[in-house]
């Protein structure tokens, strides 16, 4: 099958390879583990991983972590060579018994490495949901990590309530634009920071208050100004970096500094920030046992259907490319060219998967 895969360590242009290998089975999964690094052998006490199926690929999602895993800093260690791709959309082709239910339809999922989902055939784990009705393909192949993420970072890390004012970087981006209707919804009054005026207009047609553009001046002073130097409540914060440490002095007391990526990189953090009774709030998806990332999931995904189904979230993926356009398209996403979410058509299977 082809897949993008990655073999050594660099910018995805540089070290993004189109390969033609044999596609996973069930066999190749059997007695596996699966952790933060991806799959491998189960840890000693623990039984193998059974909460996957195998696709037959559609559409998969570009994101920033096809980026840093490439160039060896993204914060787990990912072992060469792997398939890259976070999520997409497929048709289920094989399951172990407690997914047979989901044979032969088509799954919004995640996809963890080495078999990611830029790729004819995939593995989807975990996260693993039939598309809402009223997605396109291409839609749905962005919605799962975003939209989920930011409900766990708006609604219970974050704990946003209506009326306090939330201020959201990197908000043209897949996650923040996600965080942005969501801190909406919650009824916050959202500030998005943005690089570029067709950004400043994405962010404002997602239903941000205010957006302040970061190419134009200090993001830090235009976020004071837009406050009439009241300060935010809230700092999400998928970007990190020097910005988002000095966003942090916007902050009011109680104030709460929500960090849920790392566009801009990881930096060391301030230790006396706790004199001015603000809190650091971490937020992911992972770390969580088991069991309670199942409730999570579920409840997330009961709480998300309706704001689809009524328009009131929706996806933004903005653009679709071509699967031999990925490594020119990432190199769009690093130079921060892209909004949104952008999908990547998945070629028609031109070999059957290994028989087990």
């Known amino acids: 099958?082809?897949?993008w895969r990655v073999h050594g360590t660099g910018e995805p242009e540089a070290v993004f390879v189109e390969d033609d290998v044999a596609a996973p089975t069930l066999a190749d999964l059997e007695g596996q583990g699966m952790g933060l690094a991806g799959w491998g052998p189960?840890?000693?006490g623990s039984a193998p991983f059974t909460d996957f199926v195998l696709l037959r690929m559609a559409v998969a999602a570009l994101s920033l972590p096809d980026v840093t895993m490439a160039r060896g800093s993204y914060p787990v260690p990912v072992a060469r060579p792997y398939t890259s791709g976070q999520e997409g959309v497929g048709v289920v082709t094989a399951a172990p018994p407690s997914h047979a239910h989901l044979l032969g339809r088509k799954v919004a999922a995640v996809c963890i490495q080495p078999y990611g989902s830029l790729a004819e055939v995939a593995v989807g784990v975990s996260m693993i949901f039939p598309v809402p009705d009223g997605l396109t393909d291409e839609q749905a192949a962005g919605f799962v990590i975003p939209a989920?993420?930011?409900?766990?970072?708006?609604?219970?890390?974050?704990r946003v309530e209506a009326g306090e004012t939330v201020v959201v970087l990197g908000a043209a981006g897949g996650l923040g634009a996600a965080i942005v209707q969501l801190a909406v919804l919650a009824g916050a009054h959202v500030v998005a920071v943005v690089g570029g005026p067709d950004k400043v207009e994405f962010a404002l047609g997602l239903g941000a208050a205010a957006a302040v553009d970061h190419l134009a001046g200090d993001a830090v002073e235009g976020v004071r100004a837009v406050t009439r130097d009241r300060g935010v409540d809230v700092v999400i914060d998928p970007v990190q970096g020097d910005l988002g440490a000095r966003m942090r002095d916007l902050l009011v007391p109680d104030g709460r500094h929500v960090l849920c990526g790392h566009a801009g990189g990881l930096v060391p953090h301030d230790p006396h920030f706790y004199v001015r009774n603000h809190t650091l709030v971490g937020a992911t998806l992972g770390g969580y046992p088991r069991p309670e990332m199942q409730r999570i999931h579920a409840e997330t995904a009961a709480a998300l259907?309706?704001?689809?189904?009524?328009g009131r979230f929706r996806p933004t993926v903005t653009r679709t490319i071509e699967f031999d356009d990925v490594p020119a398209?990432?190199?769009?996403?690093?130079?921060?060219r892209t909004i949104g979410r952008v999908a990547v058509r998945i070629p028609q299977a031109s070999t059957s998967p290994r028989p087990r």
């Open 305 to 310: 259907d309706p704001l689809v189904a009524d």
């Open 148 to 158: 989920h993420t930011a409900y766990h970072v708006v609604q219970r890390r974050g």
């Open 1 to 3: 099958m082809r897949a």
């Open 329 to 336: 398209a990432l190199a769009d996403l690093v130079a921060r």
């Open 42 to 44: 189960p840890a000693p």
